[in-house]
C-alpha cells in the first residue's frame, strides 16, 4: 500500500494523544492516606464519625483523595501511633491521649474530675481551646483534624462500688495517670493497663474492673465479665485525629479544602452529637446484659469530690499556665452547656 503525505502526521496525532491520555491517568491518580485507626471498625468513633467522614471527604475531593483504614494495632496502636503520625510512618492516625499526658498537658483539662461529665460539652470546649491559641503549642508537631472526648468516665467493676468504704484496696485498671491518681486517693488500688489488656486481667482477678468512657465497656468486652457500673463525673478521656504536618502540606488544594471543610469546628461538633449518642445508646445495653448501673448520693459525691479535690490543685500547680487553662475550660464549658 503506498503511504500517503498524511500518514505520519496522522500517527503523530494518535502518539500525542496517547501520551496525553497517560499523563491525564497518571494526574487523575488519588493521593493515598494512610489512616491507623487503633481500634475494632465497630467502634462508635468509627461507624458513627470516622467511616461517613472520610466518605465524604473523598467525594469532596473529587476524586484526589483516598483514605484507606487500617484498623486494630495494623499500623500502630495507642502507644506508638502518636509517634507514627508524627514521623511519617501514616498520614492519618487515631487514638486516645493516654500516655502522651506529658506531652499535651494543658489537654488533660478535660480529665480532671468534677468539672464536667458531658463528653458533648468537653469536646465543644477542648477544639476552642485549641482553636483560640489556648493550648495551641502542644500541637506543633502535627495537624490537628479533631481534638474530642470520649464518653463520660463510668467505673464497670465485679463488685458492687457506690461508697467510699466499697472501694477501699479495690484493684482499678486505670489508663491515663488523673484516673489513676483519682483511685488512689478514693482508697483504691490503680493499675496502668491499656484497655486492650483489661479483659484478660478482669478474667484472671488481677484486677476487678476499669474506668473507661460508657461505649469503651462494650468495645473491648469487660461487660462480659463486670456487672456493676457506677456513673460519677470523673473527668473524660480526650481522643485525637491527627495528620502529619508534611503530608498535610503536600496535598493539592483541592484535597485540602475537602479537609479543611469537614475537620476542625465541624468534626468537633460532629464528635459531640455521636458521643453522646454512643454514651447513652449502650446503657440500656448493658442493663439487658445484667448490669446494675448506679449514681452517687449527693451527699457521698460530696465527699469523693473533697477526696480526689488534690488532683485539680495539683494539675494547676505542675502545668504549665495551669490556672489560665482550667479558667478558660470552664469558660468554654459553660458556653458549650448552653448550645
Known amino acids: 500500500m503506498r503511504e500517503t503525505s498524511s500518514t505520519p502526521k496522522a500517527l503523530a496525532w494518535v502518539l500525542a494523544a496517547c501520551v496525553g491520555l497517560g499523563l491525564n491517568s497518571a494526574a487523575a491518580q488519588p493521593t493515598t492516606l494512610k489512616f491507623a485507626f487503633t481500634a475494632p471498625p465497630n467502634t462508635w468513633v468509627n461507624t458513627l464519625v470516622a467511616d461517613p467522614w ?25 502507644s506508638n501511633v502518636y509517634d507514627r503520625v508524627v514521623n511519617g510512618v501514616v498520614e492519618i492516625a487515631f487514638g486516645p491521649y493516654g500516655e502522651l499526658t506529658g506531652q499535651f498537658p494543658g489537654t488533660s483539662v478535660v480529665a480532671l474530675p468534677f468539672e464536667t461529665k458531658s463528653c458533648t460539652e468537653a469536646a465543644i470546649a477542648l477544639w476552642q481551646l485549641y482553636r483560640t491559641g489556648v493550648i495551641a503549642a502542644e500541637y506543633e508537631k ?39 491518681q483519682g483511685v488512689q486517693l478514693l482508697g483504691g488500688v490503680p493499675v496502668t493497663l491499656r484497655p486492650s489488656d483489661v479483659y484478660q486481667s478482669v478474667q484472671r482477678d488481677l484486677v476487678n474492673g476499669m474506668s473507661l468512657s460508657w461505649a469503651g465497656i462494650s468495645v473491648y468486652k469487660v461487660d ?25 502540606a503536600r496535598l493539592p488544594e ?6 479543611d471543610r469537614r475537620s476542625g469546628d465541624a468534626l468537633s461538633e460532629r464528635f459531640s452529637r455521636a458521643c ?39 494539675w494547676v500547680k505542675e502545668t504549665p499556665r495551669g490556672a489560665e487553662i482550667l479558667a478558660a475550660y470552664r469558660r468554654e464549658v459553660a458556653a458549650a452547656s448552653k448550645r
Open 276 to 314: 453522646f449518642e454512643a454514651g447513652n445508646a449502650n446503657r440500656p445495653n448493658l442493663i439487658a446484659r445484667g448490669h446494675t448501673i448506679s449514681e452517687l448520693a449527693p451527699e457521698e459525691a460530696a465527699r469523693w469530690k473533697a477526696r480526689v479535690a488534690p488532683i485539680i490543685e495539683d
Open 54 to 78: 472520610s466518605k465524604e471527604v473523598m467525594a469532596d475531593s473529587d476524586g484526589s483523595l483516598d483514605i484507606k483504614f487500617f484498623f486494630g494495632s495494623a499500623l500502630g496502636n495507642s
Open 142 to 180: 502535627v495537624h490537628p483534624l479533631a481534638i474530642f472526648a470520649f464518653p463520660d468516665f463510668v467505673m464497670t467493676t465485679k463488685k458492687s462500688i457506690t461508697k467510699l468504704a466499697d472501694i477501699q484496696g479495690v484493684k482499678i485498671a486505670a489508663g491515663s495517670r488523673i484516673v489513676a
Open 224 to 248: 462480659e465479665l463486670t456487672r456493676y457500673d457506677l456513673d460519677m463525673p470523673f473527668g473524660v478521656g480526650p481522643g485525637y485525629f491527627f495528620m502529619n504536618k508534611d503530608a498535610y
Open 254 to 259: 483541592q484535597a485540602k479544602r475537602a479537609l
